[in-house]
């Protein structure tokens, strides 16, 4: 409050003394019009001398936020023309002429009606006049001047922005520049010192510091630790009038965020770790996890684990987790807990990056023990082998030993084992387990030539716990025994050229053959080939054996003649070198050929000679001409006699009569469907695909329509019957007569006797038909018929 009063006073002062200048002696001489001599000449020649009255002006002066009761006075405008008479008339205008400026007509004093702000406009352009009141005629020319408005110190430093945010690295040395903040100020620079700002600190000390002139904002304490306060609130401060008293200021907050770096070394908050595995874990599996705190953020806080010593470092391993900067341990191979029940490691956790200004404060890294304990679990068998492998001969008896496999429990219970083989692996079933001992025997004899291997598996399961199961591959090979004989290896043939005796042999072989055996190598090659003891001085042909398992086949004489005999078969006999050894007899068909000069092949075909000795090709022509005739005249035949047709209908009056088709079967009534063979009531021939009719001419036959003749194997009767109805309906050869169907066959097994009035051989009184009763509604008219006639007996 005292210094509001103190600042209105000033300007008050401030105000009385442009005042009084404004009417001084020097502002009156810019007030003073000057003059200017100049000549003018009379009517009669005579020349007058007056002086030019000059209008010139400079500029005025007032103070901004003037809030006093009267208006101020900015000056006034006076013509050394005015003699106080009030004849001259000042005029203003221009820039805020008649609002913010108005000017006495009489007096030229000019005041301000309103309070002016600088920092809203600094200056305006006015335009003075003087003109005669009376007529307005311009009694001085238009003169242009400016009021200047006169800054006071009524604005505040103002920051650029409301708040700050800013980082600097954590234990950052002393005077360490964090930000600068600047401030600006709306009053007139150039005037006073108005704009003149000075910074200062209010709140950070004594972690920061500001400059003064600059706003610069540096470290104060050195070692500031981002892990004891990680961030600050800084309030900085900006006065004008060079922060003397009376100034105005004002103020910002900014917010400094300490970054880390990596000055603190992980550490294990315990000094050992206790863990355990199950023995049945597989490689893989975590078996825990430990962690070291390390107090640095982001990578300056990122750890690694590594195992660096105990005995355990081949069977366990540790990965990091990074999401949780965790290390994990995990088993590397499989435990057992009757071979060692508890292992110990020692974990290093360190950091991955390391500041070299912080090097001082290592090591950055720290060890930990980890004790692992084995827990005891029910294992399943284990072979003593990873795999088997057997053999056994071909052709061995069923029940030859193969060979064995042997588990054990490797528990302390040390349960019995059972074996199996699994039959998913041997589905020709070729083998078979003792169950308990674990020998393996064959089933059937083995043939190498089929399969020379035989791939199966062992299961062997504890007894008393069927679960606990293991399983083995077991390779059984089967080893060759000499029971293929050798054979062609191809289906040869060979070919000889006709010559006559007088031309010499020739040395190259007829055919040159091989063998092939299906036995194994050892029991196979080398083969020997030779003819067979009956025919080994074979006058046509002989055999040579080259000794690498080929032969060739050459003729003993010339002058082959296809007349003579056209075609050779030599039986070949064809041993291998197996132990024993055996032998096939193959033979060679070698075929007798017509050749050119040269030896060519031209052709083998015996017939062409026979031709030509025999029939030319005119007889040739003749036969097969009578041929062709022959086959015209039997067509012909046949024609004929397939137009000569016998009447469908036979109209002698003699031939005319019932025809009634019987059939030796009768029907088993309208409910059995069980007791009769459907095929017995059909006609043997309407089997076959033909019907016979009975009403007709006997020598005349039809073929009946397919489609219509029933299955032989249908049980419905009452399908046959209409089958049969709609055939002699639809037979157009048959005559409008009546049929009469008889079936005197009830079925196989059937209580009743034949139902038929036509070839019954008793007489009704020989039958008792009582039980028609019990036969259902269906026979109930033939129960009345023939019950009610017993029952009239009975009575009379």
């Not at 197996?578 to 052709?603: E, F, H, R, Y």
């Not at 007569?737 to 079936?743: E, F, G, L, N, T």
């Amino acid at each position: 409050m005292k210094e509001n009063y103190c600042l209105q006073a000033a300007l008050v002062c401030l105000g009385m003394l442009c005042h009084s200048q404004a009417f001084s002696p020097e502002w009156r001489s810019h007030l003073r019009p000057s003059f200017h001599g100049h000549h003018e000449k009379g009517k009669e020649g005579q020349v007058l001398q007056r002086s030019k009255r000059g209008w010139v002006w400079n500029q005025f002066f007032v103070i901004e936020e003037y809030t006093g009761p009267d208006p101020v006075l900015v000056g006034r405008l006076h013509s050394d023309i005015d003699s106080g008479d009030g004849n001259i008339k000042y005029i203003l205008s221009g820039e805020g002429a008649g609002t913010i400026f108005v000017i006495d007509d009489k007096s030229g004093n000019i005041h301000a009606t309103k309070t002016l702000d600088r920092e809203e406009r600094a200056q305006y352009t006015l335009m003075a006049q003087a003109v005669d009141r009376d007529t307005n005629r311009p009694l001085e020319p238009p003169s242009e001047f400016i009021v200047k408005v006169q800054d006071i110190n009524d604005n505040p430093p103002e920051f650029l922005h409301e708040t700050y945010h800013a980082n600097v690295p954590e234990r950052s040395n002393v005077g360490t520049s964090v930000i600068q903040v600047t401030a600006s100020d709306a009053d007139d620079p150039t005037y006073g010192n108005s704009a003149k700002l000075v910074y200062s600190i209010l709140e950070g000390q004594p972690y920061f510091s500001v400059e003064a002139q600059t706003g610069i904002i540096r470290t104060a304490l050195p070692n500031m630790d981002r892990e004891a306060k990680e961030e600050y609130h800084v309030v900085i401060q900006a006065k004008d009038m060079g922060g003397h008293m009376g100034g105005l200021s004002g103020t910002t907050k900014v917010t400094i965020t300490l970054t880390d770096v990596n000055d603190n070394p992980p550490k294990f908050p315990q000094s050992v770790y206790q863990m355990s595995v199950s023995e049945a874990a597989v490689p893989g599996e975590e078996v825990g996890r430990v962690k070291a705190k390390d107090p640095d953020i982001g990578e300056n806080g990122l750890v690694t684990y590594n195992i660096v010593d105990g005995d355990g470092m081949e069977l366990f391993e540790i990965t990091t987790d990074y999401e949780t900067q965790e290390g994990v341990v995990k088993l590397k191979k499989p435990v057992d807990f009757e071979t060692k029940r508890a292992y110990s490691l020692k974990v290093e956790a360190a950091n991955v990056h390391i500041d070299p200004k912080f090097i001082s404060n290592g090591p950055f890294k720290d060890t930990v023990t980890v004790k692992i304990a084995v827990e005891d679990a029910d294992e399943p068998p284990m072979f003593l082998a990873p795999s088997y492998i057997h053999e056994v001969q071909e052709n061995a008896a069923a029940g030859t030993v193969v060979g064995r496999v042997h588990a054990k429990d490797p528990d302390a219970a040390n349960s019995p084992i059972r074996y199996s083989i699994d039959r998913h692996t041997d589905l020709d079933r070729f083998f078979t387990i003792n169950p308990e001992d674990g020998f393996i025997k064959t089933t059937k004899p083995l043939d190498r030539e089929e399969t020379a291997w035989l791939n199966i598996s062992v299961f062997a399961a504890e007894i008393h716990n069927r679960h606990q199961e293991a399983k083995v591959p077991v390779a059984i090979r089967v080893l060759d025994v000499n029971d293929n004989a050798p054979k062609f290896a191809a289906p040869y043939e060979g070919f000889i050229c006709e010559s006559d005796q007088t031309k010499p042999l020739s040395n190259q072989p007829i055919v040159t053959i091989s063998a092939d055996d299906k036995d194994d190598t050892a029991n196979g090659p080398r083969f020997i080939f030779s003819l067979p003891p009956e025919i080994i001085h074979n006058p046509n042909f002989t055999v040579r054996d080259n000794r690498d398992n080929t032969a060739g086949v050459y003729a003993r004489r010339g002058g082959f003649s296809r007349q003579k005999q056209d075609l050779y078969l030599l039986p070949i006999v064809i041993s291998d070198g197996g132990i024993p050894p055996m032998s096939s007899t193959n033979t060679l068909t070698i075929k007798v050929c017509g050749c050119d000069v040269n030896g060519a092949l031209l052709s083998c075909n015996a017939e062409a000679y026979i031709l030509n000795a025999g029939l030319s090709t005119g007889a040739l022509i003749a036969i097969l001409a009578c041929i062709v005739i022959l086959l015209v005249i039997v067509v012909l035949f046949v024609t004929l006699r397939r137009q000569k047709k016998e009447p469908l209908i036979v109209f002698e009056e003699e031939d005319v009569r019932e025809n009634i088709i019987t059939y030796d079967d009768e029907g088993g009534g309208e409910e059995d469907t069980e007791a009769f063979d459907i095929a017995t009531l059909q006609n043997p021939d309407g089997i076959n695909g033909f019907i016979p009719r009975k009403d007709i001419k006997p020598e005349y036959q039809y073929m009946p329509r397919p489609g219509l003749r029933p299955a032989p194997n249908s049980v419905d009767v009452d399908d046959f019957i209409n089958t049969r109805i709609q055939e002699a309906d639809n037979d157009p050869t048959a005559p409008p007569y009546d049929s009469i169907q008889i079936y005197g066959y009830e079925g196989r097994g059937s209580v009743a006797g034949s139902l038929s009035s036509l070839e019954s051989a008793t007489t009704d009184s020989d039958l008792d038909y009582d039980y028609l009763q019990n036969w259902g509604p269906r026979f109930k008219k033939l129960a009345d018929l023939y019950g009610s006639k017993d029952t009239f007996d009975d009575d009379s």
